[in-house]
């Protein structure tokens, strides 16, 4: 138990402080509709992003690997960001490019990080409620903490603060668990895996899904960025 509060806790430490992504694009000259115009390219990456990574991750059959290089790419998508020439001419389509390849791998991260944490509570037993309460308890602290520091440096410094950080919830999921999922044998012998996003996309119920995602996500990310 004490691993996954450590992986919740510390994930969720590291995340709010990449909650300033509006602030420093704005700061280096990006407009609102610019702004608008990356998060809704993100937010169709990110549909996507987690249905790719997802199948990846039934595909290896570790939920802990997959975590483990989402948060590793993220990280280093983090280290980037402030380096890029933000001046430049073409610095708009850049940010919405890059920003858009990002998404592609932090998007995942958080449905993954509760996917492992799901899976581990019910073969050891565990609640899992108290230990998402605890990530959420951490994020509010590193909230606070993040306002107060900002206050003394610039807004570029919180991504390497979170590429730093996410390093201890990588170094916790190394050494957790990684369960399983055992497909019946029926499953093993009828499957292929190469029509696996063919079928899915034949599916009705996941179709009407990604359609409600999507029109529910375009103005919770407006939102959030406005």
Excluded at 77 to 98: E, G, R, S
Excluded at 108 to 130: E, F, I, K
Excluded at 153 to 176: D, E, Q, R
Aim: proline share 4%.
């Amino acid at each position: 138990m004490l691993n996954l509060m450590g992986v919740q806790g510390f994930f969720w430490f590291a995340w709010a402080f990449a909650n300033y992504q509006t602030v420093y694009l704005q700061n280096n000259g990006m407009t609102s509709s610019d702004i608008g115009v990356l998060n809704a390219v993100c937010s169709v990456v990110g549909i996507f992003a987690s249905a790719t990574w997802g199948m990846i991750s039934d595909k290896i059959n570790s939920i802990k690997k997959t975590f483990i290089i989402v948060l590793t790419l993220s990280a280093v998508t983090f280290v980037i960001m402030p380096l890029l020439p933000a001046q430049a001419k073409y610095a708009t389509i850049m940010f919405i490019v890059y920003c858009a390849l990002a998404t592609f791998v932090r998007n995942p991260v958080g449905t993954l990080l509760d996917n492992l944490t799901v899976r581990n509570c019910a073969v050891q037993g565990l609640n899992y409620g108290p230990i998402r309460a605890f990530g959420s308890f951490m994020f509010t602290i590193s909230s606070t903490l993040c306002t107060m520091m900002l206050a003394h440096m610039s807004v570029k410094w919180t991504f390497w603060i979170t590429a730093i950080l996410v390093i201890i919830p990588i170094m916790f999921v190394v050494y957790g668990n990684d369960p399983k999922f055992i497909k019946p044998a029926n499953a093993k012998n009828n499957s292929n895996n190469s029509n696996d996003m063919k079928l899915l996309f034949k599916n009705y119920y996941y179709v009407t899904f990604l359609i409600f995602t999507a029109v529910l996500y375009i103005p919770l990310s407006t939102e959030g960025a406005f």
